[in-house]
């Protein structure tokens, strides 16, 4: 059965940082691109971060580019989002999925699989 597991959110404050961790089962993960995904209230989907499996090239958003990094240890079958500077706009549920390449990591309709969610809160 295909699982994707999310962890590590929570509440903190603004310039704090949190890492955050997809933990797979079921299938190998080195075998996809994935994508860590975020939902704020009454907002769309927003593809935040991809890295792909054969050479681990990232992508990350305009919004978090240069305090986001995503890792992923082939090893433990886990993708990682690395949050640093944390700011109230990056309050959402954040979710990892599965995706075909990371040329669709901004694409809500082209996610395969992804997980229940994390939620992360950045208040003071």
Do not use: H
Request: charged share 20%; proline share 3%; net charge neutral.
């Amino acid at each position: 059965q295909v699982q994707l597991v999310e962890s590590g959110g929570g509440l903190v404050q603004p310039g704090g940082s949190l890492r955050l961790s997809c933990a797979a089962s079921g299938f190998t993960l080195d075998y996809y691109a994935i994508v860590w995904f975020r939902q704020a209230p009454g907002k769309e989907r927003e593809g935040v971060s991809c890295i792909i499996s054969s050479d681990a090239t990232t992508d990350y958003a305009d919004s978090v580019k240069g305090r986001f990094t995503i890792s992923r240890d082939n090893a433990k079958n886990t993708v990682y989002l690395q949050m640093n500077s944390l700011k109230p706009e990056d309050t959402a549920v954040y979710y990892c999925a599965t995706v075909r390449s990371c040329y669709y990591y901004t694409r809500p309709n082209e996610y395969l699989y992804w997980g229940q969610g994390t939620r992360v809160t950045v208040s003071s």
